[in-house]
Antibody, heavy 119, light 107 residues
Framework: QITLKESGPTLVKPTQTLTLTCTLS??????VGWIRQPPGKALEWLAL???????RYSPSLKSRLTITKDTSKNQVVLTMTNMDPVDTATYYC???????????????WGQGTLVTVSS | DIQVTQSPSSLSASVGDRVTITCRAS??????LNWYQQKPGKAPKLLIY???SLQSGVPSRFSGSGSGTDFTLTISSLQPEDFATYFC?????????FGPGTKVDIK
């Protein structure tokens, strides 16, 4: 059973940079993704890092996002700059696997962490 | 960007009902389509990947079908624990988008 846990601030001020850490029990599959969900709304994919260090970002948020990994600590870190109240959401990290090339899916999820953006 | 839509946005059903949820992509995505279940306050749970493969541990009353632009999630006999919101997600072209969700509640 693969486990993931998100950690980071619960409250950030507008214009600040958010840094979230995902600690996972093992490096397996193809990588780790970050997904967020504003209260009462749909899921939104943010970024994915593959174990070969390739990275993918949501086109609409690419300029604000950076995803990195620290294999020595079993961690994946997401930073998002210039936070705004509309970024208030629960942020999830998720283990990513694939059946065949391109058939990616998020098979294990962290519990999520609610981040509120407010002055 | 590839967009995905779901229908209906919500539905009311009874225990034992057969439930069908549809997901449509804005362009062909082959079979790069996954389904998740989410209960209030919980993380999403993977049900179906690659359009029709059942995730380990998921009951066989859940099934998925489709390819190209049109996909379906079917619950053959709705159980009390199935009342939840369901999301589809595409992974074509290495970027991922989720559908808006379908809420299944008790009639």
């Amino acid at each position: 059973q693969i486990t993931l846990k998100e950690s980071g601030p619960t409250l950030v001020k507008p214009t600040q940079t958010l840094t979230l850490t995902c600690t996972l029990s093992e490096f397996s599959g193809v990588g780790v993704g970050w997904i967020r969900q504003p209260p009462g709304k749909a899921l939104e994919w943010l970024a994915l890092i593959y174990w070969n260090d390739d990275k993918r970002y949501s086109p609409s948020l690419k300029s604000r996002l950076t995803i990195t990994k620290d294999t020595s600590k079993n961690q994946v870190v997401l930073t998002m700059t210039n936070m705004d109240p509309v970024d208030t959401a629960t942020y999830y990290c998720a283990h990513t696997s694939q059946q065949h090339l391109g058939e990616y899916y998020f098979d294990y999820w962290g519990q999520g962490t609610l981040v509120t953006v407010s002055s | 960007d590839i967009q995905v839509t779901q229908s209906p946005s919500s539905l009311s059903a009874s225990v034992g009902d057969r439930v069908t949820i549809t997901c449509r992509a804005s362009q062909s995505i082959s079979r790069y389509l996954n389904w998740y279940q989410q209960k209030p306050g919980k993380a999403p749970k993977l049900l179906i990947y690659a359009a029709s493969s059942l995730q380990s541990g998921v009951p066989s009353r859940f099934s998925g079908s489709g390819s190209g632009t049109d996909f379906t999630l079917t619950i053959s006999s709705l159980q009390p624990e199935d009342f939840a919101t369901y999301f589809c997600q595409q992974s074509y072209s290495f970027f991922f988008t989720f559908g808006p969700g379908t809420k299944v509640d008790i009639k």
